[in-house]
Nanobody
Framework: VQLQASGGGLVQAGGSLRLSCATS????????VGWFRQAPGKERELAAA????????YYQESVKGRFTIARDNGKNTVYLQMNSLKPEDTAVYYC?????????????????WGQGTQVTVSS
């Protein structure tokens, strides 16, 4: 599975960005998809995820109420809508996918990774 992440950029605090994770040749709805982020000097963390099958969603506590993850199965794309962005959201964002249905989205091993897209939020 090849993933293509896009949509990063530079935005002022309080602004919005929408990230896209697209794949081709596969039915993306059969994959659990996560958006990870890694800030300089920090470990990679799962920001949000959407489960295969029932589209159950997970959000890291720091992004709840500001980020929304959603699928467009017709376009084989998963989006991460990021609103009310803060400087601490600055990171490289990666999308990743797993064919597994899991009750723990943070604990899931994601087998397929896209390239990162940089998100920079200025204060």
């Amino acid at each position: 599975v090849q993933l293509q992440a896009s949509g990063g950029g530079l935005v002022q605090a309080g602004g919005s960005l929408r990230l896209s994770c697209a794949t081709s040749g596969r039915t993306f709805s059969t994959y659990t998809v996560g958006w990870f982020r890694q800030a300089p000097g920090k470990e990679r963390e799962l920001a949000a995820a959407i489960r295969r099958g029932d589209s159950f969603t997970y959000y890291q506590e720091s992004v709840k109420g500001r980020f929304t993850i959603a699928r467009d199965n017709g376009k084989n794309t998963v989006y991460l809508q990021m609103n009310s962005l803060k400087p601490e959201d600055t990171a490289v964002y990666y999308c990743a996918a797993s064919p597994v249905f899991s009750t723990s989205l943070p604990g899931l091993r994601y087998d397929y990774w896209g390239q990162g897209t940089q998100v920079t939020v200025s204060s």
